[in-house]
């Protein structure tokens, strides 16, 4: 059973919207520090927001004022919203959690193009 199921993904104009969900198959999600990460064709999966426990978020530098990371807990579920999308932005996006990671999921699709 899949412990990570990343979905919302889909094509969109730049300048559009998506919001990115993930349901975590596992006990004490609340207290996970979780984040998303994405992968881009030919290159290597990167880190693109943590959300911790407490609700405090970090993101980097290059979805800042245009993404929100959130989660939740009773739901065990993290999304991610997105706005003001770039073509750059395409990817597939993974959540995972960000010590002692789990088996990846498959990931959800986002391709920004018009």
């Known amino acids: 059973q899949a412990q990570l199921v990343e979905s919302g993904g889909g094509l969109v104009q730049p300048g559009g919207s998506l919001r990115l969900s993930c349901v975590v198959s596992?006990?004490?999600?609340?207290?996970?520090?979780m984040g998303w990460y994405r992968q881009a064709p030919g290159m290597q999966r990167e880190w693109v927001a943590t959300?911790?426990?407490?609700?405090?978020?970090v993101y980097i530098e290059s979805v800042k004022d245009r993404f929100t990371i959130s989660r939740d807990n009773a739901k065990k579920t993290l999304y991610l919203q997105m706005n003001s999308l770039k073509p750059e932005d395409t990817a597939v996006y993974y959540c995972?959690?960000?010590?002692?990671?789990?088996?990846w999921g498959q990931g959800t699709q986002v391709t920004v193009s018009s």
């Open positions: 995972n959690r960000i010590i002692e990671p789990m088996a």
């Open positions: 596992r006990s004490n999600f609340n207290i996970f520090r």
């Open positions: 959300i911790y426990s407490t609700g405090s978020t």
